[in-house]
């Protein structure tokens, strides 16, 4: 489809284990985010993508996420040694055109990460 | 610091009643920009409205309006004559710096439950 894609949809891992979260932008969008949200709460934002360059990481929490969009479309978060509190949806949206001062960021419909 | 509040958990209306969603912000910034999305079941944040700092117009989109007043720095959201596909999750976000920081502080939303 023509929408942003993230694969997987549904991710179940133990504590510990290493994981890896897949987006699919929209076709031409330049810009790339990663929230995340728990659940009854926000989208908190992880990081965002101008091209291949990270523009704004602060919020990632630790050094245990990293992401990457090494040719400017799909990217790839990954999470090191998985904990139960980094079970959440991991949401990813694409824009046009970064500062997306248009703020319509088009979402997908998340990856929920769940540990034991 | 930033922050969004949205003191309604969770609202319960029946078919074709109005409704207002709440929405309060804090910032330092003199230009920000103010959002509300939508969350249905399916998970997929979808955009509804973005308003800059110094537009307090009034806007209304068919049934939705929204209403701005930074005396009080809110940012609310009102559906008239509300339907069944109404029901979701509703953020309102903030973004600073004029938006360029490429990322939204979202709120804890507020679920709407539209019965028929």
């Known amino acids: 489809g023509a929408g942003v894609s993230q694969t997987p949809s549904n991710k179940v891992t133990e504590k510990g284990k290493y994981v890896e979260l897949r987006c699919d932008p929209i076709?031409?969008?330049?810009?790339l985010y990663w929230y995340r949200q728990s659940l009854g709460q926000g989208p908190e934002f992880l990081i965002y993508f101008q091209g291949t360059g990270a523009a704004d990481d602060s919020g990632l929490p630790n050094d245990r996420f990293f992401a990457v969009r090494p040719e400017g479309s799909v990217s790839t978060l990954k999470i090191q040694r998985t904990e139960r509190g980094d079970s959440a949806v991991y949401l990813c949206?694409?824009?046009?055109?970064?500062?997306?001062?248009?703020?319509?960021?088009?979402f997908g419909e998340g990856s929920r990460l769940t540990v034991l | 610091a930033q922050k969004v509040t949205q003191a309604q958990t969770e609202i319960s209306v029946v078919e074709k009643e109005d409704v207002t969603l709440d929405c309060v912000y804090e910032?330092?910034?003199?230009?920000?920009?103010l959002f509300w999305y939508k969350q249905p079941p399916s998970g997929e944040l979808v955009f509804l409205i973005r308003?800059?700092?110094?537009?307090?117009q009034n806007e209304i989109s068919g049934r939705y309006s929204w209403n701005f007043q930074k005396s009080t720095s809110s940012f609310n959201f009102t559906i008239t004559a509300s339907q069944v596909v109404d029901s979701a999750v509703y953020f309102c976000a903030l973004s600073e710096d004029g938006g360029s920081q490429g990322n939204l502080i979202f709120g804890k939303g507020t679920k709407l439950s539209v019965k028929p």
């Open positions: 076709s031409g969008h330049t810009a």
């Open positions: 308003r800059n700092s110094f537009d307090e």
């Open positions: 949206a694409s824009s046009l055109n970064v500062p997306s001062n248009t703020g319509e960021l088009f």
């Open positions: 910032t330092r910034d003199t230009t920000y920009y």
